[in-house]
């Protein structure tokens, strides 16, 4: 039961810099998290918050469902789009995911040489 005791004794009189050693590991922690995940994540919020602004008539773009069209009506809420000749769809402007030009580049297939 004393070396119990000695134990205790022996850590609570190395002090407050004991104490903050042992949170060290966790901040360092938190500053790789930020830079690598939340920083990067944020900057393409506000790119894509930015490109929502900016949306204009006649831009081809991509609903988050994955429908391409064409804008040809804009209010500060919603988005017309035209999918098809003479079928148009109302959408909320932030159902949009992207341009239609950015989702064609990574969907295209590349040739095999078989």
């Known amino acids: 039961m004393t070396g119990v005791a000695w134990a205790a004794d022996a850590t609570a009189a190395a002090g407050p810099l004991a104490n903050i050693a042992q949170f060290v590991p966790l901040v360092l922690i938190f500053i790789v998290f930020y ?5 990067p ?11 929502l602004t900016n949306l ?36 909320n402007r932030g159902a949009i995911a992207g341009s239609a030009a950015d989702a064609e580049k990574q969907q295209t297939p590349t040739k095999s040489g078989g």
Do not use: C, M
């Not at 008539?57 to 000749?85: N, R, W």
């Open 56 to 91: 204009k008539k006649g831009d081809k773009v991509v609903t988050g469902g994955g429908i391409h069209g064409q804008i040809v009506g804009l209010t500060e809420t919603v988005v017309t789009l035209e999918i098809a000749e003479n079928v148009r769809i109302k959408i």
């Open 41 to 51: 994540q944020q900057k393409k919020a506000k790119e894509h918050q930015v490109y």
């Open 35 to 39: 830079f690598l995940l939340i920083r």
